[in-house]
């Protein structure tokens, strides 16, 4: 995702098909969460009490929390809440299902439908990681 590696290697290679790694993409979507978090506590002495304790309620795969990180997450629904962080780890979460299609002409449409949720939201942060998966669709699909 680097702009001046991308273009050195469509320089020197141009004919290489340049990928973006899940890692990448994945800790850039987390790091936008966690700072949806950090400014919605800083919001009011509820929020602060809701979302005290739970960076990895948030960060972590819904399969790899234990089941107290779990039931806090259940606690903290969007639904029940309306909290941002909590609608920004359901995009998160949505961006593992692109991951998980089988074949790329499976998961063409798949970025496209999350970059427009992510655009439309209320949740500046991942409009944001929106912009930068469109712009690296390709190497994310490669």
Known sequence: MAEAYSLGVAAQMPQAAQTVD???????????????RCAERRESAEKRRQLAGTKYVWLKR???LTKLQLAKREELDPVK????????CQMGEALQDVYSCPDRESAAAAPERLCSWMMYSAVA???????????EREGILN
């Not at 899940?22 to 949806?36: E, G, M, P, S, T």
């Not at 942060?125 to 712009?135: F, G, I, W």
Request: aromatic content about 2%; charged content about 30%.
């Open 62 to 64: 819904r399969e790899s």
């Open 125 to 135: 942060e991942m409009k944001s990681v929106a912009r930068t998966l469109r712009k």
């Open 22 to 36: 899940r890692f990448h993409v994945v800790q850039l979507l987390n790091r936008a969460i966690d700072h949806v």
């Open 81 to 88: 809440t309306h909290l941002r962080t909590a609608r920004a």
